[in-house]
């Protein structure tokens, strides 16, 4: 019997692959052809989707965008035994776009059925979990630390250190939330994540909950991902069938209950005080801090608040110990970060690799160029609410003190390329924009800030380029920069700086209009 396997993430779905799966059975019966189709999720080449692969005894053969009308043909070519097409790409795992990645984080995804205990079972699932309960919870937070995992949401805050924190409160009840509101734009690896391998994130959320004695999680999703609340509700399911979750995990003394909620589309909940209150069920506005989520968190009581990818990274720490993942990176930025590549790029997909690669080698190496075929301009890396950095920035490591040093941000590591016919003052206008639309508006730098800052671009745009009006861009954009509550109206000044300093031609300015923004954002 020959494996086939078609996808089952959205991007795959949105370009036909259940019609294209129902297709490949129906064809494979009408020729009487014994074939086991599996719904595998992505393996993060995108550009390829959907990617219909087939187990051979050379390895698993890719055939390429393939779309229903192509069915016939590909049996005809006997695709069934990795038969020559115009589809076909080989072995898939050959393919260099992935072969030259450090996949440890999506080791599994796009290889696995998403859904199957057996298959991630069979590939190191659970080997994390089954340390971290044979470890005292003081050591597993000092492991933490010493592999080096920063949260891979955007602040890159040490985990280890916010898990230890949880450890040591005291209190009768803490939690274990996951922010999985991934609303950047150019970012889909939560996404792939809970997809395409939803039990590393299970076992990930349970490993934090056993070591710092949390009993209770949620996943918090964005509405906007149905087909992710759907698969990690059916795994959680299954995880709980399977005795991973409940009053005794895997028969331990450990209790854990795991819960998915929906977010309701605000982007600011991606803040995480935001999201406890959206959480509880109120409006999602941002607290202010002091106290920290890790002391008075989810209704007030000890919470460690992780993104998707810090989690489901946890469990190859805690299976291959804390100095393999450390060995990844560079400076302070240990182990690996999948960068998601989007916008204007010819081949568009996931990449993860060891901090230290350069968005050079991320746009032309793997990115193959523009998808226009015009030379690229920029690229916002970070999210919105990133900087736009020019190519004399390009061959900066991507590591996150190198990148602050000069204004800029790693964030979620999405990139969105620009081609030369992009005007980056629109751009940085839309950025205000956005943040006024976004903002929860409890406080003034980011509320009104924004609203100003539309206009005063919008002066800048239609003539008004004296220096007084540029200055008092630059000063709203400090103020915004230092009085803002939270990154929401903190980092709006990025992108609208980094435009300013690096393509003044696009606001109709001439000579040195540049600041000393790369000194003042690292300061911030």
Known sequence: MTRIYVPRDSSALALGADALAEAIATEATRRGIDIELVRNGSRGLLWLEPLVEVATPEGRIGYANVETQDVAALFD????????????????DEIPYLKKQQRLTFARIGITDPLSIDDYLANGGLD??????????????????ESGLRGRGGAAFPAGIKWRTVRGAKAAQK?????????????????????????????????????????VGYIYVRSEYPHSIATLEAAIAHARKAGWLGDSVLSSTHRFELFVAKGAGSYVCGEETALLESLEGKRGIVRAKPPVPALAGLYGQPTVI????????????????????????????????????????????????????????????????????????????????????????????????????????IGHGGLVVHDDTSNLAELAQYA???????????????RIGSTRGVEVIARIRNGDTS??????????????????????????????????????????????????????????
């Not at 400090?478 to 393509?503: I, N, R």
């Open 175 to 215: 939690y274990i939330v996951c922010n999985a509101d991934e609303g950047d734009s150019g970012t889909f690896s939560d996404r792939l994540v809970m997809e395409s391998d939803p039990y590393m994130l299970i076992e990930g959320m349970i490993i934090a909950g056993v070591v710092t004695g949390a009993t």
């Open 467 to 524: 220096t007084r009006q540029v200055q008092l861009l630059r000063d709203l954009c400090d103020t915004m920069v230092s009085g803002s509550l939270c990154a929401m109206g903190g980092m709006t000044p990025y992108p609208v700086l980094s435009a300013l300093d690096h393509f003044p031609e696009d606001f109709g300015l001439a000579g040195d209009h540049t600041a000393d923004h790369a000194t003042k954002a690292a300061a911030a």
């Open 306 to 409: 992780n993104n998707v990818i810090t989690l489901a990274t946890v469990p190859i720490i805690f299976a291959r110990g804390a100095a393999f993942y450390q060995n990844f990176g560079m400076g302070r930025s240990r182990g690996t970060l999948p960068f998601q590549l989007a916008g204007n790029i010819r081949r568009g997909g996931l990449v993860e690799l060891a901090f230290g690669v350069t968005l050079r080698e991320l746009l032309e190496d793997y990115g193959g160029g523009t998808a226009s075929g015009r030379p690229a301009r920029a690229v916002q890396v970070g999210g919105p609410l990133g900087t736009y950095l020019p190519q004399s920035q390009w061959d900066i490591p991507m590591d996150y003190e190198a990148y602050a040093a000069v204004g800029a941000v």
């Open 128 to 145: 994390g979990l089954r340390a971290a309960l044979q470890t005292d919870g003081d050591a597993a937070c000092a492991a933490l630390i």
């Open 432 to 446: 205000m924009h956005f943040c006024a639309l976004e903002s929860c508006g409890k406080c003034t730098p980011c």
């Open 77 to 92: 070519a006997g695709f069934v035994d990795g038969g020559e097409h115009a589809r076909r790409v080989g072995v898939v």
